[in-house]
């Protein structure tokens, strides 16, 4: 054998093109490339240049137009892929701000739910109406008709976003039996747990045996309106317990209110300011409410918070049921604020934004009106002496 032949160039054992056409060519590391917009792309084995020849069929678009191809074809993206994007996105809001903790946690369930009953490998163009009707069957064995409601408008919103953005290429099917329950149903439901509010007499042994900090944020439940999350990330730059009002947004919306203090729930606030213990977590420092442990009493996860715990506690104690809780308090406002006829104000005072004309421009309200809504309220519970 010559030298020359010892030493051949494995380039000579390169296929040639299947035909003068193909777009690809046979690159030494035994694979057909490309070169697009000055980078080397690879496609597949020599031995199967049809299967290279699909691949980049599939990702030529992107590729040629600067953007980064998708590693797997829409019909084998699997539903941990499709849940690991859309967490991904949704996190990116959290990490912005964009999202509340709250619904983070909320969509984190949706997806972990589709893994557990899908499985993770599960093929997303595999699933059909059977299997989505299965899946709500599931849920309504387990849970109410809101909760039911709540998990397939976001188990929906995770696969609207895969085909938003062509991480699916198809609209999937759900079928008629993956639809929310109906308002009739809704309706009936709510209305056998009863009247989600509480009597006057209620809040009054509410507030005779609550603690310190719970009577505080008993009284702003019924005084302003406010909910679990409102006490619960409530700063005390909020308050302003020498004019008595307090001047805070919504945490789940971001919607500004406003709202006049009674001259109970600034004596409440006093007397939690008094005893407040310094927070563990440097970032919970400007917080009104902190626990007996130095913790927060807002909750960052879907579990119950301790607010949610502790009016649990005071309801059993002094047996107050109708499967009500903490939040109640919020409905009441809503239901007897009403009545003092001004829905505006009671509108700001919640923190409700209506969809409406007049809304876009009002530019503000006066502080007569929520007075009069609060202090309708006011006297409801505590008589027109107090």
Same mark, same amino acid.
């Given at each position: ?26 690159h ?27 691949? $980049? ?28 994007a ?28 589709l893994i ?101 944020m ?6 302003c ?54 927070? /563990? ?59 003092? /006829? ?18 876009? $421009?009002?530019e503000?309200i006066?502080?007569?009106?929520? /007075? ?15």
């Amino acid at each position: 054998m010559s030298k020359s032949d010892s030493t051949a160039s494995p380039r000579s054992d390169k296929p040639a093109k299947p035909y003068p056409a193909f777009p690809l060519y046979a690159h030494a590391t035994k694979r057909w490339a490309k070169k697009i917009r000055g980078s080397l792309h690879y496609f597949g084995p020599w031995n199967d240049p049809d299967g290279a020849l699909k691949k $980049y069929e599939e990702q030529k678009e992107a590729l040629h137009a600067g953007r980064k191809p998708r590693e797997q074809a829409s019909t084998g993206v699997t539903i941990k892929d499709l849940c690991n994007a859309y967490l991904n996105h949704k996190k990116a809001l959290l990490d912005a701000g964009e999202l509340s903790p709250h619904t983070w946690r909320n969509y984190q369930q949706a997806a972990e739910l589709l893994i557990a009953h899908f499985g993770k490998q599960r093929i997303v163009v595999d699933l059909g109406p059977d299997d989505f009707s299965a899946l709500r069957n599931s849920m309504a064995k387990k849970w109410g008709s809101v909760r039911v409601r709540d998990f397939i408008n976001r188990i929906r919103s995770v696969f609207k976003y895969g085909h938003d953005v062509e991480l699916i290429t198809y609209s999937v099917r759900f079928g008629p039996g993956f639809k929310p329950p109906t308002k009739k149903t809704l309706r009936l439901e709510r209305a056998a747990k009863g009247l989600q509010m509480f009597e006057a007499h209620e809040i009054r042994a509410l507030l005779k045996n609550a603690g310190t900090s719970m009577r505080a944020m008993t009284l702003l439940g019924v005084n302003c309106g406010f909910g679990n999350a409102d006490c619960g990330t409530l700063p005390t730059t909020a308050v302003d317990l020498a004019g008595g009002w307090v001047n805070y947004h919504r945490p789940k919306t971001g919607i500004t209110r406003r709202c006049p203090l009674w001259p109970a729930t600034v004596e409440a606030l006093q007397a939690v300011l008094a005893e407040r213990k310094e927070p /563990k977590d440097p970032d919970n420092a400007g917080l009104m409410f902190i626990t007996v442990r130095g913790g927060s009493w807002h909750k960052t996860e879907m579990e119950d918070s301790t607010i949610s715990k502790e009016m649990r506690k005071l309801l059993n104690t002094l047996g107050i049921n109708g499967r009500r809780n903490f939040y109640a308090l919020r409905h009441t406002f809503e239901t007897i604020g009403g009545e003092a /006829k001004d829905q505006i104000a009671v509108d700001h005072i919640m923190g409700h934004a209506r969809d409406d004309m007049a809304s876009v $421009y009002r530019e503000r309200i006066s502080d007569d009106r929520l /007075k009069a809504v609060s202090d309708h309220v006011r006297k409801w519970l505590f008589g027109a002496s107090n």
